[in-house]
């Protein structure tokens, strides 16, 4: 399907813009991400996943579940660094 390499090819694209921000968390030991915000996007992440799953949409499940963890990341760090930045 064409759909499923059309939107796994964007998931890639988003995943890759997430990397720099879950970097500068590391390094400013800061909170940069509001809870709701991760928290939201963590688990809508993971429901469109097993949505996509459903439709056989599996590299696009893939790049999600890369998508979710690294949201996770960011969750974790926004209750880890407790200071805003």
Do not use: E
């Not at 915000?37 to 429901?47: H, L």
């Amino acid at each position: 399907m064409w759909q499923d390499i059309a939107i796994a090819t964007i998931s890639i694209l988003f995943n890759i813009a997430l990397i720099p921000q879950i970097i500068h968390g590391f390094k400013t030991k800061r909170k940069n991400i509001a809870h709701s915000t991760a928290v939201v996007t963590v688990i809508g992440i993971f429901i469109n996943c097993f949505i996509y799953f459903t439709l056989g949409l599996y590299f696009t499940v893939i790049t999600g579940l890369i998508g979710g963890i690294l949201w996770a990341i960011l969750l974790i760090q926004s209750y880890k660094y407790k200071k805003s930045g």
